[in-house]
């Protein structure tokens, strides 16, 4: 593309250049991440944003140009954002050299205030590391966010040259609290070890069943359009697992996906996986590993306070949003402990406890977590949690019962889902 297109392509995706204009959706709500990338526009190193695709990462990173137009009430000139999406083949150095050029019309060393520049689906453009390199260690007053849809897609074209001078953070799907503030609901704040009931609770529980069939994807949130889902999802195969790793099989990564969509939360079978794929069981092993790094799944593993022994241990695997399980016969059992694994992982890396069988355990947060998503529970289902250490905290994630129990002499709280989904550890 010639340099008057690539400004053009400039100037049509800055428009607070010319009117007072950032482009947020008209229904919006503002991601829990947001402020800590708010803090971090003010370190020297690279702001590295990676999430799935369709998690919303463009609108944050315009979210972020809006809290620097309007709360920090900067020169919007000192913003300059483009996506890679419309030109894939121009190198972030000519973006930059044009925009210093043309629109700052002022050289990067004689600037006394730090300008802004993010650049969207950076991953696409072979090399990106190298070329914001070459302006970043200038020592230049030059803050870059970057995003990609993976974090192998950003570390691989960042490379050796980038390191220390990154900080990666992942945008998930919408948890139960960001669907609610974008239905314009204030969350109200659960603590798990001492949980007090909403007093909106019905709409909560409303609310919390169009999240179960939405996902957290927001461009479903509207309409669940499976078609849509299924083309976003070849997009991740095909884009950001087949052009990044040495997939063979497709079919293969395929059929996987699927089993861990159908079984979320089921232990992950090497052998049989193998067999019924038609594969061997080695080349199980990379696909898994590849889902992970495309953030299509997530491995829990068993709580055994050795890491030697969890190595020998087969992990779960479950979906990173439960909106995939719509599209094959996924049980709503299965569902709803894939929205409670998703949700915990908010608090720490979530694993489960093998003998006796129990859903979820944070071991750092000392609380055990079984997950009985129907109407009739009973003393019986939370028979299990009893079997971890007496210091550990009892939950049993219900429909929508809340009381607390005494099963074997250890007390047991038993929360409705949608009430763990708004919860905090401590």
Not at 82 to 111: G, K, N
Not at 233 to 256: A, H, Q, S, T
Not at 325 to 331: A, I, K, V
Not at 392 to 410: E, H, P
Request: glycine share 6%.
């Amino acid at each position: 593309m010639n340099r008057a297109g690539v400004l053009e392509l400039i100037r049509e995706q800055n428009p607070w250049w010319t009117k007072d204009s950032v482009p947020l959706p008209a229904q919006f709500a503002p991601r829990t991440i947001g402020p800590t990338l708010e803090e971090h526009l003010q370190e020297e190193r690279i702001t590295a944003v990676s999430g799935l695709r369709r998690t919303g990462k463009t609108t944050l990173l315009h979210w972020l140009i809006h809290q620097l137009l309007h709360e920090e009430g900067i020169d919007p000139h000192r913003v300059c954002y483009f996506s890679f999406d419309l030109a894939d083949e121009t190198p972030p150095r000519r973006i930059v050299t044009l925009y210093e050029e043309d629109i700052l019309a002022t050289p990067f060393s004689d600037l006394d205030q730090p300008i802004y520049i993010f650049l969207d689906e950076v991953q696409k453009v072979e090399d990106w590391g190298n070329e914001v390199k070459s302006i970043h260690d200038r020592g230049y007053s030059v803050k870059f966010v970057v995003t990609g849809s993976s974090a192998m897609n950003l570390t691989k074209g960042a490379g050796e040259s980038l390191a220390g001078r990154i900080r990666l953070h992942r945008l998930e799907p919408f948890s139960f609290t960001e669907f609610l503030r974008y239905k314009g609901i204030q969350p109200p704040t659960v603590t798990l070890t001492e949980p007090s009931y909403p007093e909106n609770a019905k709409k909560l529980r409303i609310l919390f069943a169009d999240y179960l069939e939405s996902g957290g994807l927001p461009e479903f949130f509207e309409e669940q359009d499976r078609e849509l889902l299924k083309q976003t999802l070849d997009l991740v195969f095909f884009r950001d697992i087949v052009e990044m790793f040495p997939v063979k099989r497709v079919d293969v990564l395929k059929g996987l996906f699927r089993i861990f969509t159908e079984h979320s939360g089921q232990r992950v079978n090497y052998t049989k996986h193998a067999r019924d794929l038609d594969t061997d069981y080695q080349t199980v092993k990379a696909y898994i590993q590849y889902l992970e790094d495309a953030y299509l799944i997530h491995e829990s593993k068993p709580y055994t306070g050795s890491t030697r022994k969890e190595l020998r241990k087969r992990p779960k695997a479950y979906v990173t949003d439960h909106a995939y399980t719509h599209l094959w016969d996924c049980d709503p059992g299965l569902r709803a402990e894939t929205v409670a694994f998703n949700h915990l992982r908010g608090l720490e890396d979530p694993c489960y406890n093998q003998d006796p069988e129990i859903d979820i355990v944070l071991p750092k947060s000392k609380l055990g977590i079984e997950v009985k998503h129907r109407e009739n529970v009973s003393p019986s289902h939370a028979r299990p949690l009893t079997g971890l250490p007496e210091d550990f905290f009892l939950i049993l994630a219900s429909k929508n019962t809340f009381d607390t129990w005494t099963v074997n002499g250890r007390e047991v709280t038993v929360l409705p889902l949608w009430m763990l989904c708004l919860a905090r550890a401590t």
